[in-house]
């Protein structure tokens, strides 16, 4: 029997992206000692058809938390921002579980037993999302050239969630931790932690966002013990373009030494002409390889 699983959601219009990073699992012959289950959040019946000759469990996603139905109205995708919080309620028969945003697809397996190790002994393995070559880690507003008004991600999420400026305050440069990929043990107390965030930030905050801001509070006020993986666990292309190494056609950090990427994520989109290539496999964008050649590429999974 399969100890582990793997986790993704997705909703019909996110499923070419969703098949594509089932694909680039399935490829290595690890992941045959790995389940593969998915969320569904509005997928149509001709698509589970095609994921369940690939998948072990597909459970439709449900609204964990009680959220505003005004503010999710036609929105069944944003159950992602609540059942992820929950997946040992959804598939109880697993030990440890690794979320992948379906936006995002493995490059190399090694990530994928980084995070299964990282959640030992009841940890969180995730990624903060700073990097070298990072020129922006947080927005601030100038008044009379020296009254800064913060602008971070966590900071503004956490003012409009009602969580107390003293937390926000600690929230405010700390560095953002991304949630498209995280492992969590099926026991671990992050689970309940998280969960009692996500309800306070649901309760008053914006529902995008809220599970992001729920495991920033619970890794940098709660202290839940903490695995913080390489960025190259969790590359967020928007943030910083990879380079390609053409002797083996493999994306990889733009810095030296170059190291290749283990989860490509393309969180936020990549966009070319007002264009998202999460929408349209054929946008392809300009990136340098590391023979200093300009190629023309797309950064989505292609067998």
């Not at 219009?13 to 000692?33: A, D, G, M, P």
Request: net charge positive.
């Amino acid at each position: 029997m399969k100890k582990n699983a793997i986790v993704s959601l997705a909703d019909s219009n996110y499923f070419e992206l969703l098949n594509e990073l089932i694909n680039s699992i399935t490829r290595f012959e690890e992941s045959k000692n790995i389940a593969i289950c998915i969320l569904d959040a509005g997928l149509t019946e001709d698509q589970k058809k095609i994921l369940s000759k690939k998948v072990d469990q597909i459970k439709p996603a449900e609204w964990d938390i009680s959220v505003s139905q005004f503010k999710v109205k036609g929105k069944e995708w944003l159950k992602s921002q609540v059942s992820r919080a929950f997946l040992p309620k959804y598939f109880p028969d697993y030990e440890k579980f690794l979320w992948i945003d379906c936006d995002a697809w493995v490059q190399e397996w090694s990530a994928i037993e980084l995070y299964f190790k990282a959640c030992e002994d009841g940890k969180l393995g995730i990624t903060q999302t700073m990097a070298p070559g990072y020129r922006i880690m947080s927005k601030v507003k100038w008044l009379f050239g020296k009254i800064a008004i913060i602008k971070s991600q966590n900071f503004k999420h956490a003012v409009s969630s009602r969580i107390g400026i003293e937390k926000a305050r600690k929230l405010a440069f700390a560095p953002h931790i991304n949630i498209g990929v995280f492992s969590l043990e099926k026991n671990s107390r992050c689970w309940k932690v998280w969960q009692t965030n996500l309800k306070q930030t649901l309760s008053a905050g914006q529902i995008f966002g809220s599970e992001g801001l729920a495991i920033n509070l619970s890794v940098y006020i709660d202290n839940v013990e903490t695995e913080f993986l390489p960025i190259n666990c969790n590359w967020i292309a928007s943030n910083l373009l990879p380079k390609l190494n053409e002797s083996n056609n493999k994306f990889v950090e733009p810095f030296l030494p170059n190291i290749s990427i283990g989860i490509m994520h393309l969180a936020a989109g990549i966009w070319r002409d007002g264009k998202d290539m999460r929408a349209d496999k054929s946008i392809k964008i300009d990136i340098e390889t590391l023979n200093k050649n300009k190629i023309s590429k797309s950064l989505r999974y292609s067998n």
